[in-house]
């Protein structure tokens, strides 16, 4: 196994942002199948990966401990900002949850005897083991997939298609709603706590607005008609950088391309159940009405219109 080792020595980096990727890529997934078009995801990656930070550097709590604290704060602040923002929708939503995400960009910036300002956080402690990232994606998948199933996820649906039909049906539109929220707003927080004990060193500029936008074409590259969608999104987005190494001056050029044609060509994205679903019988064409009347056992009459007129001949 010395050829997984030398692999694993240098690319484990890449395998692990692959999974703290992928939480991202599902944090906003679930907005995004109740309706929601939220841009707030780095901001909450960026409160999930400060708190637990903070928590085990300045308090030196247990890991699991400063996880928890880095998915409960953005819990909190999702809860308080999601009153009046979830009000919106649409670019509206957007626009708005993309200002808080400035907003907190801005606080932190300024809070520098907590944060650290513009040189950020140094030196945090390397607690993320590969097989804690593996966990919290496999946890993640699980239970969405049973969400899904449920009726919270039948909500979710419902709420995507048409939200004034599914409060007429009895949805509690503005709690799903909610929920969802504050859902994305936990992964997001436990993908930023697990990246900030990774990489050791956790700024102000890795979570701006286009961290935001990066999050959001994981989801959308991938595609959100399945789970797995914005997990390949995610996994794409990450390789495709070391892929392209060789032509590093031309690297963002290649990688717009790409992106663009898959949009173009594959506008659900890459992983579409139903480009998947082989074997399926399609519909028959449906028979042609019997003749009426008595006119079953006649033959039909022949057309005798003069060629180019709508009269009879």
């Known amino acids: 196994m010395e050829w997984f080792?030398?692999?694993?020595a240098v690319y484990s980096n890449v395998v692990l942002t692959i999974g703290t990727n992928s939480l991202l890529a599902l944090s906003i997934w679930l907005t995004l199948a109740c309706g929601m078009l939220a841009m707030a995801n780095a901001a909450f990656m960026s409160i999930g990966a400060y708190t637990a930070a903070l928590l085990t550097m300045n308090f030196e709590l247990p890991f699991p401990l400063a996880l928890a604290g880095g998915m409960a704060a953005p819990m909190a602040v999702a809860f308080v900002i999601g009153k009046p923002t979830l009000r919106l929708s649409g670019v509206y939503l957007a626009m708005a949850t993309l200002g808080f995400g400035e907003v907190v960009r801005v606080i932190v910036l300024n809070a520098?005897?907590?944060?650290?300002?513009?040189?950020?956080?140094n030196g945090i402690p390397q607690l993320t083991e590969w097989w804690h990232v593996a966990l919290a994606v496999v946890l993640t998948l699980a239970v969405l997939a049973r969400l899904r199933r449920s009726k919270v996820g039948r909500a979710f649906e419902a709420i995507k298609e048409d939200e004034t039909a599914a409060g007429l049906m009895g949805v509690d539109v503005n709690s799903t709603k909610m929920l969802a929220?504050?859902?994305?707003?936990?992964l997001a927080g436990l993908a930023g706590a697990l990246n900030a004990h990774l990489t050791f060193f956790i700024g102000p500029g890795e979570y701006g607005f286009d961290r935001g936008v990066e999050i959001l074409t994981m989801a959308i590259l991938g595609g959100i008609s399945s789970l797995a969608g914005p997990v390949v999104g995610a996994a794409i987005l990450t390789v495709l950088p070391?892929?392209?190494r060789a032509v590093t001056d031309f690297r963002s050029v290649v990688?717009?391309?790409?992106l663009v044609g898959i949009v173009l060509f594959?506008?659900?994205?890459?992983?579409?159940?139903?480009?998947?679903?082989?074997?399926?019988?399609?519909?028959?064409r449906p028979l042609a009405a019997p003749p009426r009347g008595g006119d079953a056992g006649r033959p039909a009459e022949p057309d005798r219109r003069h060629p180019g007129s709508g009269e009879a001949v």
Not at 181 to 186: I, N, S
Not at 255 to 258: M, R, S
């Open 181 to 186: 929220f504050v859902l994305g707003a936990m």
């Open 266 to 284: 594959l506008p659900k994205g890459i992983w579409d159940p139903a480009r998947f679903r082989w074997g399926k019988p399609t519909p028959s």
């Open 5 to 8: 080792d030398n692999f694993w």
């Open 112 to 121: 520098e005897s907590v944060t650290g300002g513009a040189l950020g956080l």
């Open 255 to 258: 990688t717009g391309l790409i």
């Open 242 to 244: 070391e892929v392209l």
